[in-house]
């Protein structure tokens, strides 16, 4: 379970790796706090959202049991479908991306990068595992993949952008069939 939470954890920084990214191609000279901030505000509404998110569907996991396999599978598809589909779009967040790491700026990034992990949460409260572990690995992960994008972005370039987006979708959807399959007796 650890490494397919740390694969969740992944999954998800992906949309902050992007835009982390294109952020960095907006710095002319980037700073080691700038990064810090960054993987701050990413990390740490990518480590919340899910928790919200689990705490909401705990209340009511008891009343849909039967079907939690097909819930966490239906959010994780749906969530890494709506990442490959987002990478073929063009990205006008990130045209209109800014060199300021201040709260105005970042909030706004943090909160919209971190909306989809309320449903890995969600789909969290249908599984076993620690959800305090679970979210401090999605929070490290992504804070390190979000100050790795900046120095990417400032380094190489928009290049790896795409790429990640839609290796994370895809990474999302494989675990949501896994589960699935594993519940349907496919899988030992």
Known sequence: MLI????????VSMDTFAVSIGKGLTVKKLRGLDALKTALWFGGFQALFPL???FAASTFSKYVTAVDHWIIFGLLALIGGNMVREAFEEDEENAKETPEF???HMLPLAVACSIDAVAVGVSFAFMTLNIWLSVVIIGITTGLFSAAGLYIGRVFGSRWQKPAQIAGGVVLILIGLKVLFEHLGFLG
């Open 4 to 11: 397919q939470i740390l694969l969740i954890g992944v999954s």
């Open 52 to 54: 919200l998110g689990y």
């Open 102 to 104: 201040d709260w105005k």
